[in-house]
């Protein structure tokens, strides 16, 4: 029966490296592990899920728990046995390629199997993201290049396990994508001395068109140049570049009205895959504060990658956020309307 198979184990994996694309400049890390990976969509709630309340032994270690006490707990935070960095190794073979070094963890977002973010509560959430603004502080004392925290929800996003979960994974080396990110902002507060953040929220607010919600200390927008369907910016009013500097109001402000985006898109789109991405500053550099403010992107899997997309880098979307954004707004509101404050 398969309820009497014992719990599974998470964990296993082999090391990973960097391979530098020579045609494009992009990076590849190639992660072989990551195969290995355990996955429960097919499966119900029975008992053998390791993120699950009785589990814990079938995880790493844990690095945090919320609350302190060991049961019961709202939020664990371990490293992730599947990584796609890892402890610094040595040189690679050939090819330019190099050891994907850093630190990579899983954050369980409740104790409950079948816990949706779109339902939770303001102060879940909270817990949260206080947990995630905790470990990057940590990690950030090792001096990595980067710190990034995403959530994917639904197969086509990634998933592999149904359990409420997030990512954090430091990395040693920043990749070209996130410095690319990183010197757009740069130039554009050398050539204005503005904070590109502050400007791209202040040209949303003037056009109202693609703005969501903007109240309660968090402008939510879908950005001009979106790049799927119904991509989405939350912006709080916070000068820190990144998750670990982040305020307790700007992380409140977050968590009020994160689960009503995501109930009005599942409204909207019937619960599609996604995934959510705080996007943030580099860690090493300390006038990241004046040009970078720490935000989340919100990227639902509604189209796919075609030849057009491969071939050229572009991005195709067939919906104009001058008529999705609307669409939103008018879901999110009515979320906010049946489930109240």
């Given at each position: 029966m398969p309820g009497d198979r014992p719990p599974r184990r998470y964990g296993g994996g082999m090391a990973a490296e960097i391979r530098p694309?020579?045609?494009?400049?992009?990076?590849?890390?190639?992660?072989?592990?990551?195969?290995?990976?355990?996955?429960?969509?097919?499966?119900?709630?029975?008992?053998?899920?390791?993120?699950?309340?009785?589990?814990?032994?079938?995880?790493?270690?844990?690095?945090?728990?919320?609350?302190?006490?060991?049961?019961?707990?709202?939020?664990?935070?371990?490293?992730?046995?599947?990584?796609?960095?890892?402890?610094?190794?040595?040189?690679?073979?050939?090819?330019?390629?190099?050891?994907?070094?850093?630190?990579?963890?899983?954050?369980?977002?409740?104790?409950?199997?079948?816990?949706?973010?779109?339902?939770?509560?303001?102060?879940?959430?909270?817990?949260?993201?206080?947990?995630?603004?905790?470990?990057?502080?940590?990690?950030?004392?090792a001096g990595p290049a980067a710190i990034v925290v995403f959530r994917n929800h639904g197969v086509a996003a990634g998933t592999s396990l149904r359990h409420p979960h997030s990512q954090i994974v430091a990395l040693d080396d920043a990749p070209p994508g996130l410095v690319r990110r990183w010197d757009n902002a740069r130039r554009h507060f050398d050539g204005t001395g503005r904070c590109l953040h502050d400007d791209l929220a202040a040209a949303e607010r003037a056009a109202g068109t693609r703005v969501v919600h903007d109240a309660g200390g968090v402008l939510v927008y879908q950005p001009r140049a979106a790049g799927v369907p119904h991509e989405t910016v939350l912006l709080p009013d916070d000068r820190s570049p990144g998750l670990a500097g982040a305020s307790d109001d700007a992380l409140a402000a977050v968590a009020g009205v994160l689960p009503g985006v995501l109930?009005?898109?599942?409204?909207?789109?019937?619960?599609?895959?996604?995934?959510?991405?705080?996007?943030?500053?580099?860690?090493?550099?300390?006038?990241?504060?004046?040009?970078?403010?720490?935000?989340?992107?919100?990227?639902?899997?509604?189209?796919?990658?075609?030849?057009?997309?491969?071939?050229?880098?572009?991005?195709?979307n067939p919906a104009a956020p001058e008529q999705t954004a609307p669409e939103l707004r008018r879901a999110v509101l009515a979320a906010s309307t049946t489930t109240g404050p």
């Open positions: 694309d020579p045609e494009t400049g992009d990076w590849h890390i190639v992660a072989p592990g990551r195969a290995a990976r355990p996955s429960d969509h097919a499966e119900p709630a029975d008992g053998r899920c390791p993120f699950c309340p009785g589990n814990e032994a079938l995880t790493p270690p844990e690095v945090l728990r919320h609350p302190a006490a060991p049961q019961p707990w709202r939020v664990r935070v371990f490293p992730n046995r599947y990584a796609v960095v890892g402890p610094a190794a040595g040189p690679a073979a050939d090819g330019g390629a190099r050891a994907a070094t850093g630190a990579h963890e899983v954050v369980v977002e409740s104790p409950r199997h079948d816990a949706e973010l779109r339902t939770a509560r303001p102060g879940d959430v909270l817990a949260v993201l206080a947990a995630m603004r905790d470990r990057c502080r940590a990690l950030a004392a109930a009005g898109l599942a409204a909207v789109r019937d619960d599609p895959a996604y995934n959510l991405v705080v996007h943030a500053g580099p860690v090493r550099d300390g006038t990241a504060r004046d040009w970078y403010r720490w935000h989340v992107g919100l990227y639902p899997r509604l189209t796919r990658r075609a030849g057009l997309e491969i071939a050229t880098g572009l991005s195709v």
